[in-house]
């Protein structure tokens, strides 16, 4: 049972590159999350999903885009990077009583 | 204004020198308050979840108690390896599934 796992631990890109932050779970959660982590800002939610074909934005969804075509998946992908979006972003799953279960992170620079 | 407000910022012990971490919040329609830690470099790690006012959990060195307007981290002689950012984090009515999370306190332990 590896949890939540989060591919790539880091990556660099330049402005106007887009990528997809990648993100599974295997304890068949059916809520799941993306957070970002900022100093001084604490964690921000960014998209969340209630199900399979189920989203909706968070405090800050601004250049991001979200999909949960599988109960297992729910990928975070930028459009046009902004240094703006340089942080540390977390991904997580629920059962829905609340208690978010996170995975290890991906740090992102954007240049 | 901060929904979810965290106190101090930053809190430096001495190894056996027991102390408090507050979290203070504003939400009303509160369904659950949590606890994470978290270390240099990962993700969250789920401590508590604390449901009603006057509820108290505890694990190891650590104990939480919730009041209507804040909860508190209580650590009993702590060790360095205590030394970590925790993170307090409220899912309330108007929040969906995800939560709110306050900025954090630092806690260093020094022997």
């Known amino acids: 049972n590896a949890g939540v796992t989060q591919t790539p631990k880091f990556q660099v890109l330049k402005t106007g590159q887009s990528m997809t932050l990648q993100c599974a779970q295997d304890m068949n959660h059916e809520y799941m999350s993306w957070y970002r982590q900022d100093p001084g800002m604490g964690l921000r939610l960014i998209h969340y999903s209630v199900g399979a074909g189920i989203t909706d934005q968070g405090e800050v969804p601004n250049g991001y885009n979200v999909s949960r075509s599988t109960t297992e998946d729910f990928p975070l992908r930028l459009l046009s990077a902004a240094p703006s979006q340089t942080s540390v972003y977390f991904c997580?799953?629920?059962?829905?009583?609340?208690?978010?279960?996170f995975g290890p992170g991906t740090r992102l620079l954007v240049l | 204004e901060d929904q979810v407000t965290q106190s101090p910022e930053a809190l430096r012990l001495q190894e056996g020198e027991s102390s408090s971490l507050n979290c203070s919040y504003t939400?009303?329609?509160?369904?659950?308050l949590f606890w994470y830690r978290q270390d240099p470099g990962k993700g969250p790690e789920f401590l508590f979840t604390?449901?009603?006012a006057g509820e108290e959990k505890e694990k190891e060195r650590l104990k939480a108690t919730l009041t209507k307007k804040e909860s508190f981290l209580h650590i009993t002689a702590p060790k360095p390896e205590d030394s970590a950012t925790y993170l307090c984090a409220v899912h309330y009515n108007q929040a969906g599934t995800a939560l709110i999370f306050g900025k954090g306190t630092t806690l260093s332990v020094s022997s």
């Open positions: 997580a799953s629920n059962t829905g009583g609340g208690t978010q279960y």
């Open positions: 604390l449901y009603s």
């Open positions: 939400v009303s329609g509160l369904r659950g």
